[in-house]
Nanobody, 123 residues
Framework: QVKLVESGGGSVQAGGSLTLSCAAS????????MGWFRQASGKEREWVAL???????TYAGSVKDRFTISRDTAKNTLYLQMSDLKLEDTALYYC?????????????????WGQGTQVVVSS
């Protein structure tokens, strides 16, 4: 059974940094496409970044050059390094896994989700 558990969320001031982790079990992270989504209060869940099984990363425009997605195969863990955080980055962050997400920006293309970890950016 595939399972994802996020950690690393917290409160940070604008301009600060935070690294989220997503520990996977039941499969090997490098064999799946892995992604990060976020959902701000009252808003729809939005795609943030993904890394495919070849290790190629893709980012949403709003986080490009500030966030970095990576994976550690030995630890079977996905990461999201976030820097220069902005107030609008405040959200519940989820990791997701799917072999081949057809429409990767859409949550319904991803079959496995973690429970989420909260990130709060304050001024």
């Amino acid at each position: 059974q595939v399972k994802l558990v996020e950690s690393g969320g917290g409160s940070v001031q604008a301009g600060g940094s935070l690294t989220l982790s997503c520990a996977a079990s039941g499969y090997i992270v490098s064999t799946y496409c892995m992604g990060w989504f976020r959902q701000a209060s009252g808003k729809e869940r939005e795609w943030v970044a993904l890394i495919d099984d070849d290790g190629i990363a893709t980012y949403a425009g709003s986080v490009k050059d500030r966030f970095t997605i990576s994976r550690d195969t030995a630890k079977n863990t996905l990461y999201l390094q976030m820097s220069d955080l902005k107030l609008e980055d405040t959200a519940l962050y989820y990791c997701a896994a799917e072999r081949y997400p057809t429409y990767f920006r859409r949550p319904h293309s991803w079959s496995t989700w973690g429970q989420g970890t909260q990130v709060v950016v304050s001024s």
